[in-house]
């Protein structure tokens, strides 16, 4: 079965850090570029950044710019995204995706709340 795990979410004070890892069983990530989103309550699902097969090529969406990173390690089929001075903006349940094949597959989310 093709799945995404993502796990690492949690509660942080603004200016904490997380990493928040996405794990694929099924099959192979490395052949497939990966990408983070995020939803907060009541608003839409967003783009946070991404990450091409390689991993030498990455973006991010301006609001986390300079504080997110997202990388790969292929011999752990796992896509990582590292975040910092996190601010209580960030607060949404972050998800990975990647399109395989023809499967827009998506994991069932980590939450991530901010807050003092």
């Known amino acids: 079965q093709l799945q995404l795990v993502e796990s690492g979410g949690g509660l942080v004070q603004p200016g904490g850090s997380l990493r928040l890892s996405c794990a694929a069983s099924?099959?192979?990530?490395?052949?497939?570029?990966i990408g983070w989103f995020r939803q907060a309550p009541g608003k839409e699902r967003e783009g946070v950044s991404c990450i091409n097969i390689s991993g030498d090529s990455t973006n991010y969406a301006t609001s986390v710019k300079g504080r997110f990173t997202i990388s790969r390690d292929n011999a752990k089929n796992t896509v990582y995204l590292q975040m910092n001075d996190l601010k209580p903006e960030d607060t949404a349940v972050y998800y990975c995706?990647?399109?395989?094949?023809?499967?827009?597959?998506w994991g069932q989310g980590t939450q991530v709340t901010v807050s003092s």
């Open positions: 995706n990647t399109v395989y094949r023809t499967q827009n597959l």
């Open positions: 099924g099959f192979a990530l490395e052949y497939w570029a």
